[in-house]
């Protein structure tokens, strides 16, 4: 036994105590799906960007409404201003409020842009979201057959063993009895020491497909798993033929970078339009003391203090119109206009992409519909061979070569099968991840 072998086989048996002192978690396929979208982080990570995007498209929304702010200042100045007219300005103590409302009236259609875009990324967030479902539900579909399907090649290596052993102990007693020669014990020792070595490795795959689906399932690797199927399906899904290409979150999402770009267009035209913004407000200020020399009737000076309070309201309508930037506004519309060509064609080239995929999806399925009706054949075969052969050998009408030729024949057609039934159900997911049905 090699070291891999060995530490595949140690690994295999450490899962086994595991299991042994744990209760499994019974899965079928549906429950497969289930567990991995609640636990899975790319899921979660998902669900934020959809949760952020709504928060974009209400904080784009806010940019309709008017705007409310509002200010205090307070000042203390020594010494006191004087003046060469004999005029004291005293600041201290003084204070300055305000409160403003500004509301755009005309923006050159940047708001209701933005609004879009926002309604975009909202939509782009949606879609992302679903294309991370439909991977994570695929990943977790393909780790749950791969698994079924080496739990089936345990039981076939079982078999194929005992198939040996039965051999062998017909051997060894027709060899006690002179009816065979010690040479075709030899042959089946050495074919009994290859099918425990293949065993012996076919449970150290078992052991790391088991945890490749708990990986994909987003649970412990050491959480023992019972499979519910024990026979790999092989039906074609209904309606192989039909399909919507504009139900892909792909296409969903091309079509949104399309209208993006228009939006973006929207919004480089309106830098260079008038901007048209309501302003009006309340202010108020005080505690400011103003001292002068006041000349009297009869011609003395006396000073006069004055306080100064004020308060009122002012409104305001401002008009900004750009009048001259050497082009520039046409030219970034223009730049802006071809990202917009860029995406269309992105739209065309991809599409034929994707529906290439879903058609190559398709014959794939059809193919390894074919392989799997062509394996069962080669297994009935196989099978029919190896009783007869068998029911040959226990009569001495054959020799030992021809039986065991017959046993790594059905060995092989069991293994084909099984190969070809897991590689159908990858291909149906892929079918199904590339129609969006998953």
Excluded at 69 to 89: N, V
Excluded at 186 to 207: D, F, K, M, P, T
């Amino acid at each position: 036994m090699t070291l891999i072998t060995q530490r595949l086989y140690a690994l295999a048996v450490a899962s086994l105590i595991i299991r042994l002192a744990a209760p499994a978690i019974t899965i079928d396929e549906a429950r497969a799906v289930e567990m991995a979208l609640e636990n899975s982080k790319e899921m979660k990570m998902a669900q934020n960007a959809v949760s952020q995007a709504a928060l974009n498209r209400g904080i784009a929304r806010t940019a309709y409404l008017p705007d409310f702010s509002g200010s205090a200042l307070g000042i203390w100045r020594a010494p006191d201003s004087q003046s060469d007219m004999g005029i004291t300005l005293r600041m201290r103590g003084v204070y300055m409020a305000g409160i403003s409302l500004t509301q755009p009236i005309f923006a050159g259609g940047k708001i209701i842009a933005a609004n879009k875009l926002a309604g975009i990324g909202q939509t782009v967030a949606d879609q992302q979201l679903r294309q991370t479902r439909i991977n994570v539900s695929a990943n977790a579909i393909v780790a749950y057959w791969s698994y079924v399907a080496v739990l089936a090649k345990v039981d076939m290596m079982e078999s194929y063993r005992a198939l040996v052993d039965t051999a062998y102990r017909q051997t060894l007693a027709a060899v006690d009895a002179g009816m065979a020669t010690r040479n075709q014990l030899l042959r089946i020792e050495a074919r009994r020491s290859s099918v425990v070595y293949q065993q012996e490795q076919v449970a150290g795959g078992a052991e790391l497909c088991r945890m490749a689906l708990c990986t994909a399932l987003g649970l412990p690797n050491d959480t023992p798993v019972a499979i519910a199927d024990s026979v790999i399906p092989s039906e074609l899904p209904d309606g192989l033929e039909s399909y919507d290409l504009d139900n892909r979150p792909e296409m969903q999402l091309l079509r949104a970078d399309i209208e993006a770009k228009r939006q973006q267009v929207r919004m480089a035209r309106a830098d260079f339009l008038p901007q048209v913004v309501l302003q009006g407000g309340w202010s108020a200020y005080g505690n400011m003391k103003l001292t002068m020399m006041q000349q009297l009737p009869d011609g003395n000076y006396m000073p006069v203090t004055q306080k100064i309070n004020e308060n009122g309201w002012n409104i305001m309508l401002g008009v900004q119109v750009p009048i001259f930037h050497w082009g520039e506004g046409l030219k970034k519309v223009k730049h802006a206009k071809l990202d917009v060509d860029n995406a269309l064609l992105s739209l065309d080239h991809n599409a034929d992409l994707l529906d290439l995929q879903v058609k190559q999806a398709i014959t794939n399925v059809r193919t390894g519909a074919e392989l799997v009706r062509s394996a069962n054949t080669a297994v009935s075969q196989a099978e029919a061979a190896l009783n007869s052969t068998s029911e040959a050998y226990s009569l001495g009408l054959t020799p030992i070569t021809d039986l065991l030729d017959a046993q790594a024949q059905w060995h092989s057609a069991r293994a084909n099968l099984i190969e070809a039934q897991t590689q159908l159900r990858i291909n149906i997911v892929d079918y199904r991840s590339a129609t969006a049905t998953l």
